[in-house]
């Protein structure tokens, strides 16, 4: 006999699950787990309204299950927006998988992975996030053929952060465009907050047009590999928001930009490459207008990688039409801030209102077939 405790416990899960689904408009989770390989993992399909769900696997140790869910739920969804915003014939879909990618990963269980995404037929295909690399696209790649970013040697586009880290900069150069009349970065000085691959791509790009750079990551080696090659200053992770600055731009994880951050930030600029930077969407947006702040929707600016993606996965590969495709951001950012401006509410709200167009209009041709 099942106690009554439990089937409550069980029934206030289901609500703590079912609930944000209904909320976000998701479409389907699909949770993972697999005893021989300690395998644990979340997939989010959002919407599929445009055509497959693509988004990149994160590994991540999160603190609970319910902090890796409420991320795959919030990145599912950015990854909608992000695919409709730039134009392209794809839904929304992410996952997480719990646990730390130094120490924990293996081959068995990115293969195991695989076969989950597999089950799922075609409608999520999976590409690298953080935590991820190109060798484990390859071994999920043994598995199943709903997988994007693949080695070179396979077809495939190999480490899709080059792509992401120029649409960054080109929202980036949009933005300055936009506040400063020029969209010079020579002399600005920019906070890159996370050295990983799409950080220290981005530094070169800044590096390049004479920007003065500040970079800050909690992982020394990754700060000793981006100083070897670039002329950057590190600072304590700590400091990132109370420095001096023209540019923030966060390229770790999200929910930087917070009532916290935002009342200690001294920047004109928030362009960055993580996804939902925003804590509280709503909140933190208009609270970033409020402040005279120009922020670059991160789903726009960053939509680099799943370009990338996508041109790996309609036909064959190729890396400068991917990079012609991601220069396109700065006209879109331009577009979305502008279109902010006339209307006086914030850019997510604005970047928001043009991908639920598309979605809405494309959802009726299909309906109407």
């Known amino acids: ?19 944000p689904m209904t909320a976000m408009g998701h479409e389907q989770l699909v949770f993972c787990q697999d005893q021989a390989t300690g395998l644990k993992a979340i997939i989010a399909i959002h919407n599929t309204v445009l055509g497959p769900a693509l988004g990149g696997t994160r590994m991540w140790k999160y603190a609970t299950e319910a902090e890796a869910l409420n991320d795959v739920l919030r990145l599912s969804r950015g990854m909608t927006y992000k695919a409709a915003i730039s134009g392209l014939n794809l839904g929304g879909g992410k996952a997480v998988i719990i646990g730390d990618s130094r120490t924990e990963k293996t ?67 949009a933005s300055a465009h936009q506040l400063w009349g020029n969209d010079s970065l020579e002399g600005k000085t920019v906070v890159v907050q996370g050295a990983g691959n799409v950080g220290r791509n981005l530094i070169g790009y800044l590096n390049q047009e004479k920007a003065n750079v500040l970079v800050s990551d909690i992982f020394e080696d990754k700060l000793k590999q981006v100083t070897s090659e670039y002329k950057v200053k590190v600072i304590d ?55 005279g702040m120009v922020y670059a929707p991160d789903f726009l600016i960053n939509a680099g990688g799943l370009i990338n993606c996508y041109s790996e996965v309609h036909g064959s590969y190729n890396r400068k ?32 209102s043009l991908a639920e167009q598309r979605i809405e209009a494309i959802g009726k041709i299909k309906l109407s077939r």
């Open 107 to 173: 081959e068995a269980s990115m293969r195991r992975f695989g076969k989950f995404v597999d089950s799922l037929s075609g409608k999520y295909i999976t590409a690298e996030d953080v935590g991820m690399t190109t060798k484990d696209m390859e071994y999920i790649h043994m598995e199943t053929n709903h997988v994007a970013g693949k080695p070179e040697a396979y077809g495939g586009g190999g480490d899709p952060s080059p792509v992401t880290a120029y649409g960054v900069y080109m929202g980036m150069k």
């Open 321 to 352: 039409m991917a990079l012609t495709q991601a220069e396109n951001i700065y006209n879109t950012t331009l577009e979305i801030l502008k279109l902010s401006q006339q209307k006086n509410i914030p850019s997510y709200q604005a970047a928001n």
């Open 237 to 291: 992770p700590a400091d990132v928001y109370d420095v001096p600055m023209d540019v923030y731009a966060p390229c770790a994880l999200g929910a930087t930009v917070n009532t916290d951050t935002l009342n200690r930030l001294k920047c004109s600029i928030i362009a960055g490459a993580a996804n939902n930077q925003l804590a509280d969407e709503k909140l933190h947006g208009e609270m970033v207008m409020r402040k």
């Open 1 to 19: 006999m099942v106690e009554v405790n439990t089937v409550r416990e069980t029934a206030q899960t289901n609500n703590e699950v079912l609930n």
